[in-house]
């Protein structure tokens, strides 16, 4: 790998950065063209997605997910091939090093039956199997994170505390069944809302990595060696290259480049994980 420095870059820096060299063929341009003061940042997970994405024909720019403000900032860092430095950028945010590893769930759809915005206990049917599966994963030393969607208190069907004391029922139950979930994220925003308040654009909504990159700061989360169980195509979350599996229920998986992952149900992809080893890499 080509390393590009501005001419204010510290010596410590460039040596940092010098020691990702032999770990990329010199097709690949580095440029660093500020320092930055973040710490424990796992550049070479970053520098390994980046040059999978340089190697599609995009420049990719390292950017820092501020998820207080819901806002990004660009650290002013950029991998490219080098035949390709002239192409628009694409962000791509830097995670932390991590020491736990996650088994991230969609809600609807994987926890409970999915019918449309539902919003009140009483309608909340949660899958048995859910049980069995969270309580393999955690065994095996993962904690259970809960990342979902809810549009519905944008679109103004029910509202943040609706949403609030849902979830906390949700958690008594598990507890009550020995499951402990360590955190829930959820996104309330949509473009086309009707709440003023949650009517925008959000890094949190999936397919998005925001409520991702939330846990791996706030819940030291291993990113890299974490799993992803969803029901629908937005559940991969964009740019974090997590193992990602899915449950065919409401939604249309047909010809899904990720058909190989695709099971019928948590009952079925427990005893793929188990067979394949996959809750003790």
Known sequence: MLIEFSKDISKETQKHWLSFKDFFSDEFILKVKSENDLKNIDWKFWL???????????????????????????????????????????????????????LFLDRDGIINKDDGYVSKWDNFIIFPEVVNLAKEAIKNGMKIIIVTNQSGIARNLYTLEDLNELHHKMLQWFEEKEVHIERIYHCPYHKDGEVERFKRES???????????????????????????????????????????????????????????????????????????????
């Open 48 to 102: 390994e997605r980046a040059v999978k994405r340089a190697a599609q024909k995009s420049l990719c720019q390292a950017y820092y997910y501020d998820y207080h403000l819901d806002e990004s900032k660009n650290l002013n860092i950029e991998l490219s091939r080098v035949d390709t430095q002239d192409l628009e950028s694409k962000p791509l945010h830097i995670t932390f090093m991590g020491s736990e590893r996650a």
């Open 203 to 281: 890094l949190l909504r999936k397919p998005r990595p925001g409520m991702a990159l939330m846990a791996n700061m706030e819940c030291n989360i291993d990113i890299k060696n974490s799993l992803m169980i969803g029901d629908k195509k937005s559940d991969r979350l964009e740019e974090l290259d997590m193992k990602t599996f899915f449950i065919q229920g409401n939604y249309d998986l047909n010809e899904f480049e990720d058909a190989k992952n695709i099971f019928s149900d948590l009952k079925d992809l427990k005893e793929f994980f188990i067979t394949n080893k996959f809750f003790c890499e």
